[in-house]
């Protein structure tokens, strides 16, 4: 066994981790393998950022991505989730510094805007990456959740509806 | 324990078997809602939304307080499980998401490497 796989054995463990640390926290972590400057480049530009932020199992995509990635900068990224309905995600760069540190604001909600900061931590040519997002108060972060897993349920309800309906009419 | 959670199940089961009571659960996920607000959403009287919404509250999916004349509906307690699962969800899409990102500095980094010697060559 060479050394990558062996460090990717031990490591398939929740090598991603995820938490609510506080209220109105969200912190997820993970390693990377490779130096925090192309880490920081695959965070900042938009041609590598749209290569990786929608994962394959997701069904969406990703229309466009524009990013002013500077402090003050604006970025904008507009996905297509289903044949009728676009979604757009915006905010403004409050922090850019490059390898080590990037924090923005995410101002699509109702409510204030959650600010996200993301830190590039590089350790003997791997990068720890700690993504955390800052929600305005309690409730704005427990409706977050609220909503999208409400709507999960009720999704996949509502195909079992339709699942139900088919099977009744092909009897 | 296991008749419990069983007994749980079967009430989450019965009150979700509607497709008024999810509409009402997916606009509850959004705001807190009246009984009337509901009942004029939903085109259903007073009566029949209260109906609906006393079967969400039995299993625990709905909670309502009640201020002056006015009862307001929220989502119940059931959210607690419903976030631990959420946060499982969110974490394996960040999970692949990482994934890809890893792949994506993997092909950088050899293509810095390479650089890096035919500048030096």
């Given amino acids: 066994m060479d050394a990558r796989s062996a460090r990717e054995a031990t490591s398939t463990q929740e090598r991603t981790t995820m938490d609510r640390t506080s209220e109105r926290e969200l912190v997820v972590t993970r390693t990377i393998d490779g130096p925090a400057h192309i880490v920081f480049e695959a965070w900042t530009d938009p041609e590598l950022l749209r290569r990786w932020w929608v994962p394959k199992s997701v069904p969406i995509t990703l229309l466009s991505c524009e990013m002013d990635v500077r402090v003050g900068g604006t970025y904008r990224l507009v996905f297509q989730v289903d044949p009728t309905t676009t979604m757009a995600f915006f905010g403004r760069y409050l922090e850019v510094s490059p390898p080590s540190r990037l924090v923005w604001t995410n101002e699509e909600g109702e409510d204030d805007a959650v600010v996200t900061t993301v830190t590039f931590d590089e350790d003997q040519g791997r990068t720890r990456l700690v993504v955390h997002d800052l929600y305005p108060s309690k409730d704005a972060l427990d409706s977050a959740i609220a909503s999208e897993s409400t709507a999960g349920w009720v999704e996949m309800l509502d195909q079992l509806d339709e699942l139900l309906l088919e099977l009744r009419a092909g009897s | ?121």
Avoid: N
């Fill in chain 2, 1 to 121: 324990m296991v008749q419990y959670s069983d007994a749980r199940l079967d009430a989450s089961f019965a009150a979700l078997s509607d497709a008024t009571r999810r509409g009402v659960l997916e606009r509850l996920g959004r705001a807190d809602a009246s009984i009337t607000d509901l009942a004029e959403a939903f085109h259903l009287t007073l009566t029949g939304m209260r109906k609906h919404v006393g079967v969400l509250e039995q299993a625990d999916l709905v909670t309502t307080r009640k201020v002056g004349r006015v009862r307001t509906c929220t989502l119940g307690p059931r959210r607690l499980e419903d976030e631990t699962a959420w946060i499982e969800r969110q974490r394996r899409l960040w999970d692949e998401r990482f994934d890809e990102l890893e792949r994506i500095v993997g092909e950088r980094r050899r293509k810095e490497q390479i650089d890096g010697r035919t500048k030096r060559a």
